[in-house]
């Protein structure tokens, strides 16, 4: 009997080349031309002591760099302190277990925000438990810390209501739909601790490169009518720092895009 390895193999090409197509649109969309930015500079009104988790990943070193560049004080909550590149004198890399609440605890109190860039690899079989499984004991060590701030990445398209066709049909079925899942379920968590003041990042594919100065649309919900399918991290990071300027985004799911 043929397994499902060989059932996998006799698929019709096409629809091999168009889950492909589909996978390339989705990362590397074409950038749109650039035009005015919206105010989101990353200048702080006020230097704060900022808690970064998954600092060693492509989103997390952009935002470290960034912090560090705007005069924050951060502190780099990593697995691996030797995976760590970075050095600056306001810049202090620790070892700590975001699954454990007593890890975080020890190196969190006295800051004024946590920031989370924690990322799991897709899977369309496996099933993905971090994002419910770490903010758990992230929210438990901020209460003990007496720390309320909260920002976070997740992306478009984690609830069940109606986004994109190509985010619906293909992009989400086929591939993401256990991430966004999990995803999802912390936004949930979030939105039921009514003592965190969270703002949750939601963007669609994140590119690398340099902050640019392209309009940043944000919306709250679940994703950016007729957005770019694609953003770069350094144009996230801007974001969300510019986030702790304002309270506009506070308690709030924001989507955003070119």
Same mark, same amino acid.
């Given at each position: 009997m043929c397994n499902s390895w060989c059932r996998v193999t006799v698929l019709p090409a096409v629809v091999i080349t168009l889950i492909a197509v589909i996978v390339a649109f989705y990362i590397n969309v074409p950038e749109p031309e650039a035009v005015e930015s919206m105010s989101v500079a990353p200048v702080p009104k006020s230097i704060m002591k900022l808690f970064i988790l998954g600092a060693t990943g492509p989103s997390g070193q952009t935002l470290v760099t960034q912090a560090l560049d705007a005069g924050h004080e951060v502190t780099a909550v990593v697995r691996n302190p030797d995976k760590m590149k970075t050095t600056h004198d306001k810049l202090k890399v620790v070892k700590g277990d975001i699954f454990s609440e007593s890890s975080l605890q020890e190196h969190m109190s006295g800051h004024d925000a946590v920031l989370s860039c924690l990322g799991s690899h897709s899977s369309w079989m496996a099933e993905v438990t971090l994002y419910s499984e770490s903010i758990k004991p992230i929210v438990g060590a901020m209460r003990a810390a007496n720390v309320s701030r909260f920002l976070g990445i997740t992306s478009w398209c984690t609830s069940d209501e109606?986004?994109?066709?190509?985010?619906?049909?293909?992009?989400?079925?086929?591939?993401?739909?256990?991430?966004?899942?999990?995803?999802?379920?912390?936004?949930?968590?979030?939105?039921?601790?009514?003592?965190?003041?969270? &703002?949750?990042?939601?963007?669609?594919?994140?590119?690398?490169?340099?902050? &640019?100065?392209?309009?940043?649309?944000?919306?709250?919900?679940?994703?950016?009518?007729?957005?770019?399918?694609?953003?770069?991290?350094?144009?996230?990071?801007?974001?969300?720092?510019?986030?702790?300027? &304002?309270?506009?985004?506070?308690r709030k799911l924001v989507s955003v895009a070119y």
């Amino acid at each position: 009997m043929c397994n499902s390895w060989c059932r996998v193999t006799v698929l019709p090409a096409v629809v091999i080349t168009l889950i492909a197509v589909i996978v390339a649109f989705y990362i590397n969309v074409p950038e749109p031309e650039a035009v005015e930015s919206m105010s989101v500079a990353p200048v702080p009104k006020s230097i704060m002591k900022l808690f970064i988790l998954g600092a060693t990943g492509p989103s997390g070193q952009t935002l470290v760099t960034q912090a560090l560049d705007a005069g924050h004080e951060v502190t780099a909550v990593v697995r691996n302190p030797d995976k760590m590149k970075t050095t600056h004198d306001k810049l202090k890399v620790v070892k700590g277990d975001i699954f454990s609440e007593s890890s975080l605890q020890e190196h969190m109190s006295g800051h004024d925000a946590v920031l989370s860039c924690l990322g799991s690899h897709s899977s369309w079989m496996a099933e993905v438990t971090l994002y419910s499984e770490s903010i758990k004991p992230i929210v438990g060590a901020m209460r003990a810390a007496n720390v309320s701030r909260f920002l976070g990445i997740t992306s478009w398209c984690t609830s069940d209501e109606k986004g994109p066709f190509v985010m619906d049909w293909l992009i989400k079925p086929l591939l993401l739909k256990k991430v966004l899942k999990d995803m999802g379920a912390m936004e949930e968590y979030l939105i039921g601790c009514e003592d965190i003041n969270y &703002t949750i990042a939601k963007p669609p594919g994140l590119g690398d490169g340099n902050v &640019t100065e392209k309009k940043i649309k944000a919306v709250v919900g679940q994703y950016v009518n007729g957005g770019a399918f694609s953003i770069g991290r350094a144009d996230l990071a801007k974001f969300m720092l510019s986030c702790l300027n &304002t309270d506009e985004w506070d308690r709030k799911l924001v989507s955003v895009a070119y």
